[in-house]
């Protein structure tokens, strides 16, 4: 062994010059997280004090940082300088996420990495996997994965952490991020801390919020507007064995975390650093708007949480500078943009778009697109460092959080507004071929969200019932004109997985009384690998969709007109169904339109000229009308 060191000369075989570039490298690295501990050091102490006042613990959290950097991967600290230098990665016009369930993709971890070649199929090179950490065993006590009972531990029948970490290494080889969720505002009452609670001892009580006072429970009760208020009303949790009440804002089983203690921070950042450490790219702060708790508020987007989402971001940079910080924040635009921060104390890198998404149902629905194009315009108007996660459908219902004072302007009232959606997208009213269920409909204030996969919401679903090919055309023209419409947006697309196939609504979780209750299930389907086969034969739905999506997504990849810097604008076009999206970058403007009506239209181009259809490919035409079919959509560009 050691005649075969000495006789290497290269630094690659002999280990002692191994060694010492692992010194020299790690040496190197070290000075890189000191000098960006240095930059972010005051502010993060300042910050820190100012919420806990306790040095001690704030000593304890830079000494785990050092310690969560050092352990950090040398692939990902390769990854990590390689981000840094590239700036926003997130950015590029050439990413496309997807986001699945990992068992009802492939089983289980291992099986998703075996999938990776249909994945790069697909075009996707961000992976969204939905909660897969440990979870109590009784699916309705889980919340679909948002009940963490560990936070170091892998759901047991989905794999193991070596196996996730396995998986992000495949992933990263061939240039796929991986994103989780960070479900920080809570655990669950099977997680070792409210174990503990539940049993007394104080040290862990004071991780979470008991009360005993009903005056408290009732104001509470009274401020805070309701999560789930058919599926689970209240706030508190009544604990008979301790004769207390627990914070409980979602379901029973999920206990809200005190972020007023100290340790819980501390714990949870050290919980985050060790899961950015197994590979995970881009973590989803879930429902990070509720994390703070003050009496006499509404518990939403208190200064407080934004205090907590700007260390966390701190923490990051510090110590793993690759990854990205998604909100996901379901509320206001106004409540929304505040958490990309400002400039030069940003907070998360990348929103969800939900009001655009809610609003692009509406306007499906209505078939108008004057809300579109005030929510569409109000985006373009943001600056163009704030990027977005656009999606049209998640594993979430659909909230109507839509302008309802401009909607009262042209006479559309909130509750009758949100009965005709509902209506509509039952399938319910005439004409419409929409499929699907409503979720957490409340009969005292009337008010109802929405769930189907977006497939059932075209009418891919009754088409195919009833076997009727016209209707099933138009079906995937709008279906595949809602994808183009997705990926004409600056921010990075995402497609819910199933959707790439026109997967429709699965109704068997009727039938599980773990999932009845919820009808989210109803999107939350197995991926069905039989249709996946069906991609390859020829005018079956899935190829047609499937490529028709393959090939809107290609065209964005190379055309510089889909840059996230490009000048975005809404055209404001005098046909109410037409949507009009201006794009600008250098010398090109791409014109994509859309029509969101039941009937073919004409439309006026700003003047005679040659136009490129990106579609065709082809060559340039000089026109100055075109005819736009019921649903359907161009992509033409200009010099
Ligand atoms: C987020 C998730 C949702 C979950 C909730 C509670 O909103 O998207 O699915 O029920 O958080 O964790």
Same mark, same amino acid.
């Given at each position: 062994m050691s005649a075969k060191c000495a006789s290497s000369s290269t630094a690659k075989e002999n280990p002692l010059a191994q060694a010492a570039d692992r010194m020299r490298q790690s040496s190197r690295e070290d000075v890189a997280f000191e000098a960006r501990l240095a930059r972010h050091h005051d502010e993060l102490r300042w910050l820190y004090m100012e919420l806990y006042g306790n040095g001690d613990m704030f000593a304890e959290l830079v000494d785990q940082m050092r310690a969560f950097h050092a352990?950090?991967?040398?692939?990902?600290?390769?990854?990590?300088?390689?981000?840094?230098?590239?700036?926003?990665?997130?950015?590029?016009?050439?990413?496309?996420?997807?986001?699945?369930?990992?068992?009802?993709?492939?089983?289980?971890?291992?099986?998703?990495?075996?999938?990776?070649?249909?994945?790069?199929?697909?075009?996707?090179?961000?992976?969204?996997?939905?909660?897969?950490?440990?979870?109590?065993?009784?699916?309705?006590?889980?919340?679909?994965?948002?009940?963490?009972?560990?936070?170091? @531990?892998?759901? !047991?029948?989905?794999? &193991?952490?070596?196996?996730?970490?396995?998986?992000?290494?495949?992933?990263?080889?061939? %240039? $796929?991020?991986?994103c989780m969720d960070f479900v920080?505002?809570?655990?669950?009452?099977?997680?070792?801390?409210?174990r503990r609670a539940r049993a007394g001892e104080g040290e862990y009580m004071s991780r979470y919020f008991f009360e005993s006072n009903p005056q408290v429970i009732e104001q509470y009760t009274r401020d805070v507007p309701q999560v789930f208020p058919t599926t689970a009303p209240g706030h508190y949790t009544y604990l008979p064995e301790l004769g207390q009440?627990?914070?409980?804002?979602?379901?029973?089983?999920?206990?809200?975390?005190?972020?007023?203690?100290?340790?819980?921070?501390?714990?949870?950042?050290?919980?985050?650093?060790?899961?950015?450490?197994?590979?995970?790219?881009?973590?989803?702060?879930?429902?990070?708007?509720?994390?703070?708790?003050?009496?006499?508020?509404?518990? @939403?987007?208190? !200064?407080?949480?934004? &205090?907590?989402?700007?260390?966390?971001?701190?923490?990051?940079?510090?110590?793993?500078? %690759? $990854?990205?910080?998604?909100?996901?924040?379901?509320?206001?635009?106004?409540?929304?943009?505040?958490?990309?921060?400002?400039?030069?104390?940003?907070?998360?890198?990348?929103?969800?778009?939900?009001?655009?998404?809610?609003?692009?149902?509406?306007?499906?629905?209505?078939?108008?697109?004057?809300?579109l194009r005030r929510q569409l315009e109000a985006v373009c108007g943001l600056p163009h460092e704030y990027t977005f996660l656009n999606y049209l459908r998640c594993h979430d219902d659909i909230g109507w959080g839509l302008d309802y004072d401009t909607l009262a302007e042209w006479g559309m009232q909130e509750v009758p507004h949100k009965k005709y959606l509902n209506d509509y997208f039952q399938g319910l009213t005439p004409g419409s071929t929409s499929r699907g269920e409503l979720?957490?409909?409340?009969?005292?204030?009337?008010?109802?969200?929405?769930?189907?996969? &977006?497939?059932?919401?075209?009418?891919?679903?009754?088409?195919?019932?009833?076997?009727?090919?016209?209707?099933?055309?138009?079906?995937?023209?709008?279906?595949?004109?809602?994808?183009?419409?997705?990926?004409s947006q600056s921010g990075l697309p995402i497609i819910y997985s199933g959707d790439e196939i026109a997967q429709v609504n699965d109704y068997s979780y009727h039938d599980d009384p773990e999932k009845a209750d919820d009808s989210r299930y109803i999107h939350?389907?197995?991926?069905?690998?039989?249709?996946?086969?069906?991609?390859?034969?020829?005018?079956?739905v899935q190829d047609r969709v499937f490529h028709a999506l393959e090939?809107?997504?290609?065209?964005?990849?190379?055309?510089?007109?889909?840059?996230?810097?490009?000048?975005?604008?809404?055209?404001?076009?005098?046909?109410?169904?037409?949507?009009?999206?201006?794009?600008?970058?250098?010398?090109?403007t791409l014109h994509a339109v859309f029509n969101f009506s039941d009937e073919p239209r004409t439309v006026w181009m700003p003047e005679r000229g040659l136009y490129k259809n990106l579609l065709t490919g082809g060559r340039?035409?000089?026109?100055?009308?075109f005819e736009l079919p019921a649903w359907d959509f161009a992509w033409y560009v200009t010099w």
């Open positions: 352990a950090r991967s040398e692939q990902l600290r390769a990854l990590d300088e390689q981000r840094e230098a590239a700036g926003a990665w997130y950015r590029d016009r050439a990413m496309l996420g997807m986001q699945m369930y990992i068992d009802n993709f492939a089983g289980t971890i291992r099986g998703v990495e075996d999938k990776l070649d249909y994945l790069e199929g697909c075009n996707v090179n961000y992976l969204h996997l939905m909660p897969f950490l440990d979870t109590p065993a009784d699916r309705s006590r889980s919340d679909g994965g948002y009940a963490v009972k560990d936070f170091r @531990r892998v759901k !047991p029948e989905l794999g &193991t952490m070596d196996d996730l970490a396995h998986l992000a290494e495949k992933c990263h080889e061939r %240039g $796929i991020s991986l920080m505002n809570h655990t669950s009452d099977e997680h070792e801390w409210a009440s627990v914070m409980t804002q979602f379901y029973p089983y999920q206990w809200d975390l005190n972020y007023r203690n100290p340790r819980v921070f501390n714990e949870m950042m050290y919980n985050f650093l060790y899961l950015a450490n197994q590979g995970m790219d881009i973590i989803r702060i879930d429902a990070v708007p509720y994390i703070w708790k003050q009496l006499g508020t509404n518990c @939403r987007n208190l !200064p407080q949480v934004h &205090t907590i989402v700007r260390m966390m971001r701190m923490i990051g940079e510090v110590v793993c500078p %690759g $990854i990205v910080l998604l909100g996901e924040v379901v509320m206001a635009p106004v409540e929304v943009v505040p958490y990309f921060g400002t400039p030069e104390k940003p907070e998360c890198h990348m929103l969800y778009n939900v009001t655009t998404m809610a609003t692009t149902w509406h306007t499906v629905a209505c078939r108008d697109t004057r809300l979720y957490n409909a409340d009969p005292i204030t009337g008010d109802a969200r929405f769930c189907a996969t &977006t497939a059932s919401m075209c009418g891919i679903e009754a088409a195919g019932f009833e076997g009727s090919e016209p209707a099933m055309d138009l079906a995937i023209r709008k279906d595949v004109m809602l994808h183009a419409y997705l990926l939350r389907g197995r991926l069905d690998w039989s249709l996946v086969s069906a991609i390859d034969e020829k005018s079956s090939h809107l997504e290609e065209i964005r990849r190379a055309e510089p007109v889909f840059d996230a810097d490009a000048e975005t604008h809404v055209v404001d076009y005098s046909d109410p169904a037409i949507l009009w999206i201006r794009r600008r970058s250098g010398k090109d340039r035409r000089t026109f100055e009308n």
